[in-house]
């Protein structure tokens, strides 16, 4: 590390709209793979923390649920915790698709935006799909909306831009202490991790047959010296029993290749031999029921 009186470090908060590249970005800076993807919208329930460490600077970087209207308690919960780390951070990264352009989304981001005084990077994702000409027009459109401190445009997929951001950020940032070890990538515990890593497999098997009604629930982590292999058991929480068997599939087929998937992702974050057992069980609308909320993880006394 350099001297301490020259060391940057700020928490930096992303939101926007419902799948504009939150999490591919956060993937992208740290490197591997901690925010599950999806093209579905709210893919991201819970505040994911990233930390980008360099010699010189560490960047905490917090990915929030996509900012909508709520339906039932859960979309309740995850627009606090979207809206909460407004007030708690150092910069926040304002995200737009730049193929969608202006929306009523962003309209309601952007009031909220004017009722905190914590700096805003607008952050323009997704430029390889469009014209540079098209660029320039939304630029010029939204800096008539809200006095952004920068304007950056980059492409997470493609990891275009993506270092002048973080230069832009580092400058930016106070001087500060390095919050986590240089090697810690995120603050969320393997379980966390793993749990995600399941669920964003049902999410991209299952595609419009399984809305957002899908949680998992670790039940067990075991690593055996033996043979140096972790066994993880999991269980799949739905909402009716249709969705069920739509996750079992033929003869187990689905489940199987559910697990498969997430096992190599599971095996890469963990860098060891993988075994993994999955369970399917029907909680009745558990995303309106607060009990079974905290059961899964949503707690907003955390937030």
């Known amino acids: 590390m350099t001297n301490k009186q020259q060391y940057k470090?700020?928490?930096?908060?992303?939101?926007?709209?419902?799948?504009?590249g939150k999490s591919t970005f956060i993937n992208r800076v740290i490197g591997q793979k901690i925010a599950i993807m999806s093209d579905k919208p709210q893919t991201t329930r819970?505040?994911?923390?990233?930390?980008y460490t360099t010699n010189d600077a560490q960047i905490i970087f917090i990915d929030t649920p996509g900012i909508h209207k709520p339906k039932h308690k859960l979309g309740d919960f995850m627009m606090k915790v979207a809206q909460n780390t407004l007030k708690e951070v150092d910069l926040v990264l304002f995200m737009i698709n730049a193929e969608e352009g202006y929306g009523r989304g962003d309209e309601f981001i952007i009031e909220r935006l004017k009722n905190t005084n914590t700096p805003v990077y607008l952050i323009i994702n997704k430029i390889d799909k469009v014209h540079p000409d098209e660029l320039l027009v939304l630029i010029d459109q939204y800096k008539q909306l809200y006095p952004f401190e920068e304007i950056i445009p980059i492409s997470a997929l493609e990891g275009n831009n993506i270092d002048t951001l973080l230069t832009q950020i580092e400058s930016f940032l106070p001087e500060g202490p390095q919050y986590y070890p240089e090697d810690q990538v995120t603050d969320h515990p393997e379980r966390f991790i793993i749990a995600e890593l399941i669920r964003e497999k049902v999410l991209h098997l299952t595609r419009e047959e399984i809305p957002h009604s899908v949680a998992v629930v670790i039940d067990?982590?075991?690593k055996r010296e033996n043979n140096h292999a972790v066994y993880v058991a999991a269980t799949i929480i739905i909402e009716r029993d249709s969705q069920k068997g739509i996750i079992i599939g033929k003869q187990g087929k689905m489940l199987k290749e559910v697990g498969q998937r997430a096992r190599i992702d599971i095996?890469?974050?963990?860098?060891?031999k993988v075994f993994l057992e999955l369970w399917v069980k029907v909680q009745k609308d558990w995303r309106n029921k607060m009990s079974q909320l905290r059961d899964y993880g949503f707690r907003e006394d955390e937030y």
């Not at 470090?9 to 504009?20: A, T, W």
């Not at 819970?46 to 930390?51: A, D, F, L, S, T």
């Not at 095996?267 to 060891?272: H, I, N, P």
């Open 9 to 20: 470090s700020g928490f930096v908060s992303i939101i926007g709209r419902p799948n504009v």
């Open 220 to 222: 067990s982590i075991e």
């Open 46 to 51: 819970n505040k994911i923390q990233g930390v």
């Open 267 to 272: 095996e890469a974050l963990l860098g060891s």
